[in-house]
């Protein structure tokens, strides 16, 4: 009886392991592709136009991000993707907490724009913002992030520390469109490290209160507008 507890106490570990060693072949991947994408072929693809360009960058989004995590859900964790990423179920929870959440985010910005900073919004946006700015950004990101990456970390380890590390991954992914946009001098000033890893750590605790991916895709997406219009 002991040998038989034991030999599946040794299986479950190899299956934990296997799955570890998974999920970090997938993030190293993840990050070399989208890396090669923000720092070389980003040119090429805003290329083609005002109109064209914004419609490529959201193809090519869709694919590294959505799709391979799709496919890592559906065909290795052997799980429907729309259950595992709570996208059918709390909806009306989500979307609620979403909208309301966001509306608290746009009166903050609106009080420092508009009280503090005595300046106002500028509504003057680009299809690419709308689009990638605020939709593909809200959605794509929090698949990856919240929807898959979070509940992985978090099967291994309690919530609080799988919502840092998530944090801190969500924070690097970053880091290749900052080089690429500001160089290595404005990549770092430590205050955008920090704002971005504070707001990663909001959307894990907004993703697990609400159990809706839907809350945080809102909130992403209104925070990137706000935060755009400022």
Same mark, same amino acid.
């Given at each position: 009886?002991?040998?038989?507890?034991?030999? @599946?106490? #040794?299986?479950?570990?190899?299956?934990?392991?296997?799955?570890?060693?998974?999920?970090?072949?997938?993030?190293?991947?993840?990050? #070399?592709? /989208?890396?090669?994408?923000?720092l070389w072929l980003i040119d090429y693809i805003y #290329?083609?136009? !005002?109109?064209?360009?914004p419609l490529l960058e959201a193809l090519v989004k869709?694919?590294?991000?959505?799709?391979?995590?799709?496919?890592?859900?559906?065909?290795?964790?052997?799980?429907?993707?729309?259950?595992?990423?709570?996208?059918?179920?709390?909806?009306?929870?989500?979307?609620? /907490?979403?909208?309301?959440?966001?509306?608290?985010?746009?009166?903050?910005?609106?009080? !420092?724009?508009?009280?503090?900073?005595?300046?106002?919004?500028?509504?003057?946006?680009?299809?690419?913002?709308?689009?990638?700015?605020?939709?593909? $950004?809200?959605? $794509?990101? !929090?698949?990856?992030?919240?929807?898959?990456?979070? @509940?992985?970390?978090?099967?291994?380890?309690?919530?609080?520390?799988?919502?840092?590390?998530? $944090?801190?991954?969500?924070?690097?992914?970053?880091?290749?469109? /900052?080089?690429?946009? $500001?160089?290595?001098?404005?990549?770092?000033?430590?205050?955008?490290?920090?704002?971005?890893?504070?707001?990663?750590?909001?959307?894990?605790?907004?993703?697990?209160?609400?159990?809706?991916? /839907?809350?945080?895709?809102?909130?992403h997406a209104f925070h990137n507008f706000f935060v755009?219009?400022?």
């Amino acid at each position: 009886m002991e040998v038989e507890v034991e030999s @599946q106490l #040794s299986v479950e570990s190899k299956v934990k392991n296997n799955d570890v060693k998974t999920m970090i072949g997938f993030l190293l991947i993840f990050y #070399s592709v /989208w890396t090669i994408k923000e720092l070389w072929l980003i040119d090429y693809i805003y #290329s083609f136009g !005002e109109i064209i360009s914004p419609l490529l960058e959201a193809l090519v989004k869709g694919f590294v991000w959505i799709v391979p995590t799709w496919l890592y859900i559906k065909y290795y964790l052997h799980t429907n993707p729309f259950d595992y990423l709570r996208v059918n179920v709390n909806v009306k929870k989500g979307l609620f /907490w979403g909208v309301v959440l966001s509306l608290l985010v746009g009166l903050y910005f609106a009080f !420092e724009t508009y009280i503090i900073n005595q300046q106002s919004f500028q509504f003057s946006l680009s299809i690419d913002d709308y689009l990638n700015g605020f939709l593909m $950004a809200g959605l $794509a990101e !929090e698949i990856v992030f919240r929807g898959l990456i979070l @509940q992985e970390i978090n099967k291994k380890m309690a919530f609080w520390k799988a919502n840092i590390i998530t $944090a801190l991954l969500f924070l690097v992914i970053h880091y290749p469109i /900052w080089i690429y946009n $500001a160089g290595f001098y404005d990549f770092f000033i430590a205050g955008t490290h920090i704002y971005v890893f504070a707001i990663g750590l909001l959307f894990g605790f907004v993703y697990k209160k609400t159990g809706s991916l /839907w809350s945080v895709v809102l909130l992403h997406a209104f925070h990137n507008f706000f935060v755009t219009i400022i």
